[in-house]
């Protein structure tokens, strides 16, 4: 019976050394380093690591090196090659590429021209993510919640773009004050499967008044109330899928539920830059039958 307080105080540890990674991946992330942060033997700190996530230390650390660059590539216009490469721990652009090429199958300068998010997220599936989050899935009643929205059309890495648009028409207009209003996110397509320029994905704040004529583009919607399966994303959103795939691709086949034909929403539970993206949690939400 004493087997689960001791799997929770293991798993503890563990997720702060990949939190100590996400927050440190330009410094020393070396096995020393790391047993330290756990307080681990150096000595059997690496078999641990690779039995607990799925993949060898210094395999985790390049594959997150390597996901926060193709990010900014895609996401950040005047974000340079050497930029990304220096960023991921590489002495020079060519050992960059040649790594990126044979994770990704394309160029970096390829891949911030058209991402292939389908290819980025099976790249850096975690065997570790997939486990943890199914022993999270819940089945709760969401009430209906009227939003104010603003729908980002494009590419899924110019999204934060829009999102800036939004926060300022909250500002701006105070009808859904942060502090006081929930923010959701609903996309209305894969971004893994859809073609960048056909990609939809709208930006919630709760309101309980009629949204006022503007400038911005934001208009009133509902997000319909029902049964729905959650399950919790910690972690920066741009990692999400993570925490989604698991849902259709172990939970739900063993269910035996049924989806609603009404898109995944993201509940945001925190609120950037006051808590770091790597500590952000997301309640990820699909509607049941």
């Not at 583009?217 to 029902?226: D, H, K, N, S, Y």
Request: glycine letters at 6%; a neutral charge.
């Amino acid at each position: 019976m004493s087997a689960t307080p001791i799997n929770v105080a293991y798993t503890k540890r563990f997720n702060a050394v990949l939190a100590y990674i996400d927050e440190n991946l330009e410094s020393d992330l070396s096995v020393k380093t790391l047993s330290h942060v756990a307080n681990f033997s150096t000595f059997h700190f690496h078999r641990q690591f690779t039995a607990f996530v799925g993949v060898p230390v210094s395999r985790y650390v390049q594959l997150m090196r390597l996901r926060r660059a193709a990010h900014r590539l895609a996401a950040v216009a005047d974000h340079s090659v050497l930029e990304a490469a220096l960023g991921a721990g590489f002495d020079s652009p060519e050992a960059f590429c040649r790594a990126f090429k044979r994770a990704v199958g394309m160029t970096p300068s390829a891949f911030r021209k058209a991402p292939n998010w389908q290819v980025w997220h099976t790249v850096f599936a975690i065997p570790h993510f997939s486990r943890t989050i199914i022993m999270q899935v819940r089945i709760v009643e969401f009430p209906e919640v009227r939003v104010a929205a603003l729908e980002h059309c494009g590419s899924p890495g110019l999204v934060n773009e829009s999102v800036s648009r939004f926060i300022e028409w909250r500002m701006q207009s105070g009808q859904s004050p942060v502090a006081s209003s929930r923010s959701f996110g609903i996309p209305y397509g894969n971004p893994d499967t859809t073609p960048a320029e056909a990609f939809r994905f709208a930006i919630c704040g709760e309101i309980h008044e009629t949204v006022e004529p503007n400038a911005f583009g934001v208009r009133e919607l509902v997000i319909a109330g029902g049964r729905c399966v959650v399950v919790r994303h910690v972690g920066s959103p741009d990692h999400i899928g993570e925490s989604i795939y698991p849902i259709y691709r172990d939970w739900l086949p063993a269910s035996g539920e049924e989806l609603r034909d009404q898109p995944l929403f993201f509940h945001y539970l925190s609120v950037y830059p006051q808590t770091p993206q790597d500590q952000w949690q997301t309640d990820v939400y699909a509607p049941l039958q």
